[in-house]
């Protein structure tokens, strides 16, 4: 029998001393200073995670666009997540994992390993042949929903160089750039954080 996944998780009264928010936040640094201090983020089992909204799992959402227009594609059958097969989203990321047993802890408290943690799971579902930035642009809490009461975004965007992407996970279809206009046609069939980062796209 395999092990049961570990993902990383914050306590939601960090979140709460830190300045509880609904939507998105842009004063990121502040919120990453108190989020990635020794002790304060920890891997507990997904299903405890899942069902306990004393805890936020930390999720990178990555976006990516090149040439004013967003990566976009719609989660499939086969996605992690089943609440939200079949939605389309403009944000590539999952959970974060331990790397392995023996520095678990270490990676917990080191935004640099988060920050590595962001690419594996990004390299995981597609492949990134540009060149690209990351920024850290927000933070997304979304707590009027199931699934958005124990999750905690972490909203990166990547500038890439080229368009160069393809999908690696069998979870992802429908796949292609798409300017913000197209982006708000479809609005009505977007995940909820997608819905709620859509409007960030044209600032």
């Not at 124990?150 to 890439?160: A, K, N, P, R, S």
Request: glycine letters at 8%; aromatic letters at 8%; charged letters at 25%.
């Amino acid at each position: 029998m395999g092990r049961e996944e570990q993902v990383l998780v914050v306590e939601r009264k960090v979140l709460e001393q830190a300045g509880m928010f609904q939507g998105l936040v842009f004063d990121v640094r502040r919120y990453l200073d108190k989020l990635f201090v020794p002790g304060v983020p920890r891997f507990i089992p997904r299903p405890q995670a899942e069902a306990d909204p004393g805890y936020k799992q930390l999720i990178p959402y990555v976006i990516m666009s090149c040439g004013g227009k967003y990566l976009s594609y719609v989660r499939g059958r086969r996605a992690g997540e089943a609440r939200l097969t079949g939605l389309r989203s403009i944000g590539i990321g999952g959970h974060i994992n331990p790397i392995d047993a023996d520095n678990s802890s270490l990676f917990a408290y080191l935004y640099e390993n988060y920050l590595t943690a962001v690419q594996r799971e990004v390299a995981e579902e597609v492949s990134v042949e540009a060149g690209h930035s990351d920024t850290i642009v927000a933070l997304l809490n979304d707590d009027s929903t199931e699934v958005g009461s124990v999750h905690l975004g972490i909203v990166h965007h990547w500038i890439l160089d080229s368009a160069e992407v393809s999908r690696r996970e069998q979870m992802i279809t429908q796949m292609a750039f798409m300017s913000p206009a197209e982006l708000r046609e479809v609005r009505d069939f977007m995940e909820t954080w997608s819905q709620l980062c859509l409007a960030l796209l044209e600032k």
